[in-house]
């Protein structure tokens, strides 16, 4: 089990995601309802919505909890705040020795670890009976821009690590696109974590490439079974 230090947890939570595991032994994670500490009537996050170009977003997040998300159903991704794992997913998916990649140590790194089970085969669900409520960003706040770097740097890690060559190779425009608009934005705002976050993506960039290595040879599913979960939208949105 995943918490955030931030995290508050429902007594049956762990009982609630163990329900759900055990019903299938392809399930490589089972996630919690994530709701904000401070305003519990409102969900943080059921799950992620990753788009083509690699961005990904908390689903449903800042919506008021009207019981428009209490299905259990399985998702592409998860946030990782609170969640159960299954220890052979994590094995299967461990990259010399880690389960999360520790070069992010933080965002993405769990969109990162999501991607990975899913390309080996597991599945990932959520159960809205498991709850946990989450303050959110209490510890990277600390840290003056430290949400901005990471975020900034580990996207281009994540999708050189995971995306199948033909999704790259498809959706590249898109990827690209994304990442020169936030390069601009950036620029014009003279922002110079911004600039040190892209260049440490360089200087780690045949490191990623190793791992990316190491990651498609664990594939096991179809280019096509991985697209059909990965959302389009236009590069100004």
């Known amino acids: 089990v995943l918490l955030d230090n931030d995290t508050k947890v429902d007594k049956d939570f762990l009982k609630e995601a163990l329900k759900v595991a055990e019903k299938d032994n392809k399930i490589g994670a089972v996630v919690a309802k994530l709701m904000f500490y401070d305003k519990p009537n409102l969900i943080n996050s059921v799950g992620h919505s990753v788009f083509v170009d690699g961005s990904c977003v908390d689903l449903g997040i800042r919506e008021e909890d009207k019981g428009q998300y209490d299905e259990v159903k399985e998702i592409f991704s998860a946030n990782a705040a609170g969640i159960l794992y299954r220890k052979d997913a994590l094995e299967d998916t461990a990259i010399e020795g880690e389960y999360l990649d520790a070069d992010f140590f933080t965002y993405y790194e769990d969109v990162d670890i999501g991607f990975r089970l899913r390309l080996a085969g597991w599945k990932i669900y959520i159960n809205p009976k498991a709850i946990v409520w989450h303050k959110m960003n209490v510890s990277t706040s600390q840290v003056s821009n430290l949400g901005l770097y990471s975020g900034i740097r580990n996207?281009?890690?994540?999708?050189?690590?995971?995306?199948?060559?033909?999704?790259?190779?498809?959706?590249?425009?898109?990827?690209?696109?994304?990442?020169?608009?936030?390069?601009?934005?950036?620029?014009?705002?003279?922002?110079?974590?911004?600039?040190?976050?892209?260049?440490?993506?360089?200087?780690?960039?045949?490191?990623?490439?190793?791992?990316?290595?190491?990651?498609?040879?664990?594939?096991r599913i179809s280019d096509k079974e991985i697209e059909k979960w990965l959302l389009k939208r236009k590069f100004w949105e």
């Open 155 to 219: 996207k281009p890690f994540f999708i050189i690590k995971n995306y199948p060559t033909p999704l790259l190779l498809k959706y590249g425009i898109f990827i690209l696109g994304r990442y020169f608009i936030s390069f601009g934005y950036y620029l014009l705002k003279f922002n110079k974590t911004s600039l040190k976050a892209r260049v440490d993506t360089v200087k780690m960039l045949p490191k990623m490439l190793h791992k990316r290595k190491i990651v498609q040879s664990k594939k």
